[in-house]
C-alpha cells in the first residue's frame, strides 16, 4: 500500500484532533439516561458531596485547616515554598521534580518517549533496550527540552480589576482584559527575567502571576524499556491492579555545563508509604470542567461525547479493515488502533458519568445551591443572575445547528480527500471568473498552473480514501437521516456500501484524468457539474458560513458567560474550594486506599510477582511480553518489592510525572495514571473510587539497584547527591 502523507500525518495527530473537534461536534443517536435504574431512588434527595470540585489546591491557597483536621498535619510556609521550589513543570505537557542537590529529576517514562528518541543514535534503539548513562559524561542533552520552576507567585486581581472596571460592555471588557495581562506580563517579564505567565483562577475569578525559572540543558541519565513503561500497552491503561516501571531520570546542568546544584529537591523515601497515611502530589493538571454549568456538560453528555465515539467507532472500523488487506502493516495498524481503542475507553468513562443520574443530580444540587445563594443577594443576583439562562440558552442553539456543522466542515481526520478536491475545484471555478489582475495570487500567472497541477493529490490512496468516505456517510445517514437533502446529495437516499457505490460511481473526481478533464471544460462545467462531492460543497457552503459566524457568536457568549460564572462561584465560595485545573501547579490530598472493582477489592499496593503473573498469564505476548534482561532476574532481585499503588489523590492529564510524597515532604511515589472509574473526574471528584496510580520509590530502587545494576543512581537517590566518586571522576576528566 502506498504511504500517502495524508494518511500517515492523520495517524500523528489523531488524538490532538480529536480534543479539537469538541468544540462544534454534535450527538449520534443518543441514548437515553437509564433513570430506570434508579427508579427507586428519589433524585432529589442527591446532594453535592463536599469535594466533588476536587482537591487540586492552589500553592497560593492552601486549605491549612483542612490539611490540620483531615491528617493533624500543618504545613508550614517554610514547608510548602520547599515543596513548590522542588517541583517541575516538564516542558509542555507533564511534571516533574528534583530528587537530589545536583539536579537529578524525575518523570515518567511516558512523558520522556520524546526526548529519548531525539538523543537515540543511529545503531540504537532506546525503545527496546532502554538507556543508561554509566557517568555523568555519558548523559545525554534532548535538544529543545526544558524544564520550569515556579518561583513567584503573585495576586494580581485587584490591577486588572481596576483596569477593566470601565468598561460599559462585555466586548469592550474582553478587549481591556487581553490588554492589561499582555501589559503585566511584559512589564514583569522585564523586571524579573522570569518566563511569565498570568493565569485567571475561577475564570477570572481571581488572577494569579506565576513567574517561572526555565532550565534548558536537561540531559537524559536513564529510561528503562518502554516496554516496562508501559507494561500492558492500552489495554491496561486507566486500569488497576497495574504494574509498570514508568519512571525515567534526567539530569538538569547550569550555564556552565555542570550538575545544578539546588538547595530544593525531595528527599527518597525507600520503605513509601503505608495504607491510609497522608500523601501529597505535586504537579500540573491539565483541564478540568468540574466549575461548569449543568448546561455546558449537558451539551457534553447528548452533542460532545457521543459524536466523538461515533467518529472513533467509524475509524476504528477502518483500521480493522485496514488491519486484514495489509498484513504486512499489521503490527503499525494495531499501535494505531490502539491509540483509538483507548481514546473510546477514555470517552465512554466520561460519557457514562454524564449519563449518571446520580452524577448530574450532584452536579445540579450544587448549581441550585449557588443560584440561590446568588439571587438571595441584591448585587450579585444583579451582577451574576442571568448566567445560568444565557447558558442554557446559549448551549440550546448550537445544538440544534452543530449536526450539520460538524459534518459540512471538512477536517483531515475524518474527511476523504475527494470533499478536499471539490473544495478546490470550487475555488479554482470562483477565480477563473474573475479578471485575472483580481484573483489571489496563485492563480495568476505560471502560478495557476502549479495550483491547477496540486488539486489532485500525486499519491492518492483509493482504498483508504473510500473507507474514509464510508465512515462520512455513516455519519450523515446516522445524523441527519436518510432523507436529509445533505444526505442524500452523497447517497441518494441507500445506506452504507450501497451509499458509497453510489458517491463514487456519479463523481468525476476519483481519478486525476476525471479532474483535468473537469477544470478543461471551464469553470461553469465545474458549477454546473452532478459531481456529488462539488454538489456537497456548493449547495451547504453558504449555510455552512452561516453557521460558523453564528456558531462563534454562541462561543463568545458562553466564553463570557463561563467567566461571569467563574467570578461568581468565587464571590460566593472563595478559595474553600479549589479552581479548575490550569496546568499550573497544584497540591492534591489523599491516603494510600483500595477501593472495589470487579465484585472485589483492589490491593494498595502491587508486587513484582504480579508482573510475572501477567507475564505468563498472557503466555509472554505482547503487550505482556517482558524485554530480555528482564525475562530472567538476576536473584538478588526481590519479587516481593511493592510496585505500584493507589491513593485518593486528584489527578488529570498534565499530572503525569508528579511526585507523590509524605507529610515530610519525602518522595514516596512517583504518579503516572488514573483508574478507569475516575474517567468522570474531568467534572467530578469521586473520592469513594477515584484513584491516583503510581509507582512505588521502593519499587524504582529495587530495578534501577537489582536489575539495572545502576547503583550510581540509586545511590544519588537514597543519598540525595551524587558520590564522591562520581563528582571526584568528572572533575579528573
Not at 129 to 158: H, M, S, W, Y
Not at 656 to 677: H, M, R, W, Y
Not at 680 to 703: D, K, L, T, Y
Request: net charge negative; glycine share 6%.
Amino acid at each position: 500500500m502506498k504511504n500517502y502523507p495524508f494518511r500517515s500525518f492523520i495517524w500523528k495527530i489523531s488524538v490532538t484532533l480529536i480534543f479539537i473537534i469538541t468544540g462544534c461536534s454534535s450527538s449520534v443517536e443518543t441514548t437515553s439516561n437509564d433513570n430506570n435504574a434508579y427508579s427507586w431512588l428519589n433524585l432529589d434527595t442527591i446532594k453535592a458531596g463536599r469535594f466533588d470540585t476536587g482537591r487540586m489546591w492552589t500553592f497560593e491557597y492552601p486549605p491549612i485547616e483542612y490539611f490540620k483536621s483531615t491528617y493533624n498535619f500543618t504545613p508550614t510556609d517554610e514547608w510548602l515554598d520547599h515543596v513548590r521550589m522542588s517541583a517541575l513543570r516538564f516542558a509542555t505537557y507533564c511534571s516533574a521534580s528534583f530528587v537530589s542537590e545536583d539536579g537529578l529529576i524525575m518523570t515518567n517514562d511516558h512523558c520522556a518517549r520524546e526526548s529519548i528518541v531525539q538523543v537515540q543514535k543511529e545503531d540504537e534503539d532506546l525503545n527496546e533496550n532502554g538507556f543508561i548513562a554509566e557517568n555523568l559524561d555519558e548523559e545525554r542533552k534532548v535538544p529543545g527540552l526544558f524544564v520550569d520552576q515556579l518561583v513567584l507567585i503573585k495576586d494580581v486581581t485587584e490591577e486588572i480589576k481596576n483596569a477593566t472596571a470601565s468598561a460599559a460592555t462585555d466586548d469592550e471588557r474582553m478587549i481591556k482584559l487581553d490588554s492589561i495581562i499582555s501589559e503585566i506580563e511584559s512589564r514583569e517579564t522585564e523586571a524579573t527575567g522570569l518566563i511569565i505567565s498570568i493565569t485567571p483562577l475561577y475564570n477570572g475569578g481571581k488572577y494569579s502571576l506565576y513567574g517561572y525559572k526555565r532550565y534548558n540543558d536537561i540531559r537524559l541519565v536513564f529510561s528503562p524499556e518502554s516496554q516496562l513503561g508501559f507494561f500492558g500497552g492500552d489495554s491496561d491503561n486507566f486500569t488497576y491492579p497495574r504494574y509498570n516501571l514508568d519512571c525515567t531520570f534526567f539530569r538538569v546542568y547550569d550555564e556552565n555545563g555542570n550538575p545544578l546544584k539546588t538547595e530544593n529537591y525531595l528527599k527518597w523515601n525507600a520503605e513509601g508509604a503505608f495504607e491510609g497515611e497522608a500523601v501529597f502530589v505535586v504537579g500540573n493538571p491539565g483541564t478540568t470542567n468540574r466549575l461548569e454549568s449543568v448546561a455546558q456538560l449537558e451539551f457534553n453528555r447528548d452533542y460532545s461525547y457521543p459524536r466523538i465515539l461515533g467518529l472513533l467507532d467509524g475509524l476504528i472500523e477502518l483500521q480493522l479493515q485496514l488491519m486484514e488487506e495489509n498484513p504486512e502493516e499489521k503490527d503499525e495498524l494495531e499501535v494505531q488502533m490502539l491509540t483509538f481503542s483507548n481514546s473510546v475507553k477514555a470517552y465512554t468513562g466520561m460519557l457514562d458519568g454524564l449519563r449518571d443520574p446520580v452524577l448530574m443530580q450532584r452536579k445540579r444540587d450544587f448549581e441550585n445551591t449557588l443560584k440561590n445563594k446568588v439571587k438571595a443577594n441584591p448585587e450579585l443576583n444583579s451582577e451574576y443572575g442571568d448566567i445560568w439562562q444565557n447558558l442554557e440558552d446559549a448551549h440550546a442553539e448550537l445544538g440544534s445547528i452543530s449536526h450539520e456543522l460538524f459534518l459540512t466542515s471538512f477536517n483531515p481526520l475524518r474527511t476523504s480527500q475527494y470533499f478536499f478536491i471539490a473544495s478546490d475545484l470550487v475555488d479554482l471555478a470562483v477565480e477563473l471568473k474573475l479578471p485575472e489582475d483580481q484573483r489571489s495570487e496563485i492563480y495568476k500567472g505560471e502560478e495557476l498552473q502549479t495550483t491547477v497541477d496540486n488539486i489532485f493529490p500525486e499519491d492518492f490512496d483509493v482504498k483508504y480514501n473510500n473507507k474514509l468516505l464510508q465512515v462520512h456517510i455513516n455519519m450523515l445517514n446516522d445524523l441527519l437521516g436518510p432523507d436529509h437533502r445533505i444526505t442524500r446529495i452523497l447517497t441518494g437516499g441507500s445506506y452504507g456500501e450501497e451509499a458509497l457505490n453510489y458517491a463514487l460511481r456519479k463523481s468525476v473526481i476519483t481519478d486525476k484524468e476525471k479532474v483535468s478533464a473537469l477544470i478543461d471544460k471551464g469553470p461553469d462545467a465545474i458549477f454546473n457539474s452532478d459531481d456529488p462531492f462539488i454538489r456537497f460543497v456548493l449547495d451547504t457552503q453558504e449555510e455552512k458560513y452561516s453557521m460558523l459566524v453564528r456558531s462563534h457568536e454562541l462561543n463568545s457568549l458562553i466564553d463570557i458567560n463561563n467567566e461571569k460564572l467563574g467570578r461568581a462561584i468565587f464571590e460566593v465560595y472563595g478559595t474553600s474550594i479549589p479552581p479548575d485545573a490550569t496546568f499550573t501547579l497544584r497540591i492534591t490530598d489523599g491516603v494510600i486506599k483500595g477501593f472495589p472493582y470487579n465484585g472485589t477489592v483492589a490491593p494498595v499496593v502491587t508486587t513484582y510477582y504480579g508482573l510475572y503473573d501477567r507475564y505468563y498469564s498472557f503466555e509472554k505476548e505482547f503487550p505482556w511480553s517482558l524485554p530480555e534482561r528482564w525475562e530472567n532476574p538476576p536473584a538478588e532481585f526481590d519479587l516481593n518489592t511493592p510496585f505500584n499503588f493507589v491513593s485518593t489523590n486528584d489527578i488529570t492529564g498534565g499530572n503525569s510525572g508528579s511526585p507523590v510524597i509524605n507529610t515530610k515532604a519525602e518522595i514516596v511515589g512517583l504518579a503516572f495514571d488514573g483508574n478507569i472509574q475516575g474517567l468522570p473526574g474531568s467534572f467530578i471528584f469521586r473520592e469513594e473510587e477515584n484513584r491516583c496510580v503510581s509507582v512505588h520509590s521502593a519499587g524504582m530502587i529495587e530495578a534501577i539497584k537489582d536489575l539495572y545494576k545502576m547503583t550510581r543512581l540509586s545511590d544519588e537517590l537514597l543519598n540525595g547527591k551524587l558520590s564522591e566518586e562520581v563528582t571526584e571522576e568528572t572533575t579528573i576528566n
